[in-house]
């Protein structure tokens, strides 16, 4: 990493006055009117932030090249893959592919973004060769820091599955569930503060302990929170507290100061304070921290992006935007919810400076619903706009504790409505 920091350091001095000087949104001379055929942008990243862009930035012009660059050929949603986990979901159903955007005219590709150079523009690829743009857009995604867990490592995860990126761990976890014998113990460990979708471990909990009440009602899952506080709190205790008493316990990093270490050959953890414990199905949910890929383009400040609030343009590096889960977003939670709605942002102020199109004000919106139990889903979200230095939060909502069964499937049923809408949003489906 010290050879990375001074890679980022040099880029930083020949970029840093330029992207101080020059609004994230102002409208520049469009890359036609200095000659070239098309405007370029790139994207990396097909998540619902990169492949939202691409979506939006080619529906509102047809004279820019827009080319997507994506490893995996389908995508899988970690949104919704807790209901996998929980049993209530297929793995099928939260598999897409890029097939809608390739016909408006996206141009994919599924390779790596191996390195970035801003100074001449350019992205190079795994499998060799390099890509130009005029406008780049990091959406890569989140890293797990392994390291913050002693003995933890991508080996470990596959014994003791994080499931945080949807795909292989999240059947992982699946399968070590339903292997897991009547009795057993379950261990979520849930990281500090930020990391990919907040109520995201607990909703996880929850629909884990509706599976062992179910099916395996002599066993037992345990919390071990690095936090004393998380999202929609209340609403979890009252659903714990009723309807999984038995089933789930929550212990809060006070208590225990978070798992620091973990001994795969014994499936155990232990706490910052010495306490030792021993599972048969343990799920590490580590910190994280933005891909590598942003890092060697110079946007990492620590292990987010700075962005400006106004349009998500790299505080560091000149035309770069980064959203979704790398960004720094103060308020606006990392969510797929938050990245779609950054991703529309984005792309209108893309084509504005590109083509010259009208720009509209900046209005960011997140959105979450967390499945309890059959038919029974809570809900929060708010509204954002663009402060001077930071996104700034202007109304919220969140279910009531005492909300009735009609609401709480109207919810669920809301939160249904919602996947259809954005992957449709962000694979151009329809």
Same mark, same amino acid.
């Given at each position: 990493?010290?050879?990375?920091?001074?890679?980022?350091?040099?880029?930083?001095?020949?970029?840093?006055?330029? +992207?101080?000087?020059?609004?994230? #949104? /102002?409208?520049?001379?469009?890359?036609?009117?200095?000659?070239?055929?098309?405007?370029?942008?790139?994207?990396?990243?097909? /998540?619902?932030? /990169?492949?939202?862009?691409?979506?939006?930035?080619?529906?509102?012009?047809?004279?820019?090249?827009?080319?997507?660059?994506?490893?995996?050929?389908?995508?899988?949603?970690?949104?919704?893959?807790?209901?996998?986990?929980?049993?209530?979901?297929?793995?099928?159903?939260?598999?897409?592919?890029?097939?809608?955007?390739?016909?408006?005219?996206?141009? #994919?590709?599924?390779?790596?973004?191996?390195?970035?150079?801003?100074?001449?523009?350019?992205?190079?690829?795994?499998?060799?060769?390099?890509?130009?743009?005029?406008?780049?857009?990091?959406?890569?995604?989140?890293?797990?820091?392994?390291?913050?867990?002693?003995?933890?490592?991508?080996?470990?995860?596959?014994?003791?599955?994080?499931?945080?990126?949807?795909?292989?761990?999240?059947?992982?976890?699946?399968?070590?569930?339903?292997?897991?014998?009547? =009795?057993?113990?379950?261990?979520?460990?849930?990281?500090?503060?930020?990391?990919?979708?907040?109520?995201?471990? &607990?909703?996880?909990?929850?629909?884990?302990?509706?599976?062992?009440?179910?099916?395996?009602?002599?066993?037992?899952?345990?919390?071990?929170?690095?936090?004393?506080?998380?999202?929609?709190?209340?609403?979890?205790?009252?659903?714990?507290?009723?309807?999984?008493?038995?089933?789930?316990?929550?212990?809060? =990093?006070?208590?225990?100061?978070?798992?620091?270490?973990?001994?795969?050959?014994?499936?155990?953890?232990?706490?910052?304070?010495?306490?030792?414990?021993?599972?048969? #199905?343990?799920?590490?949910?580590?910190?994280?921290? +933005?891909?590598?890929?942003?890092?060697?383009?110079?946007?990492?400040? =620590?292990?987010?992006?700075?962005?400006?609030?106004?349009?998500?343009?790299?505080?560091?590096?000149?035309?770069?935007?980064?959203?979704?889960? #790398?960004?720094?977003?103060?308020?606006?939670?990392?969510?797929?919810?938050?990245?779609?709605?950054?991703?529309?942002?984005? +792309?209108?102020?893309?084509?504005?400076?590109?083509? =010259?199109?009208?720009?509209?004000?900046?209005? &960011?919106?997140?959105?979450?619903?967390?499945?309890?139990?059959?038919?029974?889903?809570?809900?929060?979200?708010?509204?954002?706009?663009?402060?001077?230095?930071?996104?700034?939060?202007?109304?919220?909502?969140?279910?009531?504790?005492?909300?009735?069964?009609?609401?709480?499937?109207?919810?669920?049923?809301?939160?249904?409505?919602?996947?259809?809408?954005?992957?449709?949003?962000?694979?151009?489906?329809?």
């Amino acid at each position: 990493m010290a050879d990375l920091n001074r890679r980022s350091f040099n880029r930083l001095l020949g970029n840093v006055v330029a +992207a101080g000087l020059t609004s994230g #949104v /102002g409208i520049t001379r469009s890359a036609m009117a200095k000659g070239k055929a098309r405007a370029r942008v790139v994207i990396v990243g097909g /998540g619902a932030g /990169g492949a939202s862009v691409a979506h939006h930035v080619k529906k509102s012009s047809n004279k820019i090249d827009v080319t997507l660059i994506e490893p995996n050929a389908i995508y899988t949603s970690c949104f919704f893959s807790n209901h996998f986990i929980g049993g209530f979901r297929s793995m099928n159903s939260l598999r897409h592919n890029y097939e809608g955007l390739k016909k408006i005219g996206v141009k #994919v590709i599924y390779d790596f973004a191996n390195d970035i150079d801003p100074d001449r523009k350019t992205v190079s690829l795994k499998a060799g060769g390099t890509i130009s743009y005029d406008k780049l857009v990091l959406s890569p995604g989140i890293d797990m820091n392994y390291k913050a867990i002693e003995g933890y490592s991508q080996d470990v995860a596959k014994i003791m599955p994080h499931a945080w990126v949807a795909g292989a761990q999240t059947h992982n976890l699946r399968r070590q569930l339903l292997d897991m014998k009547d =009795g057993g113990i379950v261990v979520i460990s849930a990281p500090g503060n930020p990391y990919r979708c907040p109520s995201a471990p &607990y909703e996880r909990a929850t629909l884990i302990a509706h599976y062992l009440k179910h099916y395996k009602p002599a066993s037992k899952l345990i919390i071990l929170d690095s936090k004393s506080l998380f999202p929609q709190m209340e609403l979890f205790e009252e659903v714990w507290s009723t309807e999984y008493k038995d089933y789930v316990e929550w212990l809060p =990093g006070d208590k225990h100061g978070g798992v620091v270490k973990v001994i795969a050959n014994e499936m155990s953890v232990v706490t910052r304070n010495g306490d030792k414990m021993k599972a048969d #199905v343990v799920n590490i949910i580590p910190p994280q921290r +933005a891909s590598v890929i942003a890092a060697r383009a110079g946007c990492t400040d =620590g292990d987010w992006c700075p962005i400006k609030p106004d349009s998500f343009t790299s505080k560091l590096v000149r035309d770069i935007f980064v959203l979704g889960d #790398v960004a720094m977003a103060n308020s606006m939670p990392k969510s797929a919810s938050s990245a779609n709605s950054q991703a529309q942002i984005v +792309a209108n102020a893309i084509a504005a400076q590109l083509t =010259g199109s009208k720009l509209f004000p900046p209005r &960011y919106r997140n959105a979450c619903w967390s499945l309890l139990s059959t038919n029974n889903a809570i809900k929060s979200g708010a509204s954002y706009t663009a402060g001077k230095e930071l996104v700034e939060q202007r109304t919220s909502f969140i279910s009531d504790v005492k909300e009735d069964k009609g609401m709480r499937a109207n919810n669920f049923k809301e939160s249904l409505k919602w996947y259809d809408e954005i992957t449709g949003d962000m694979f151009a489906k329809g």
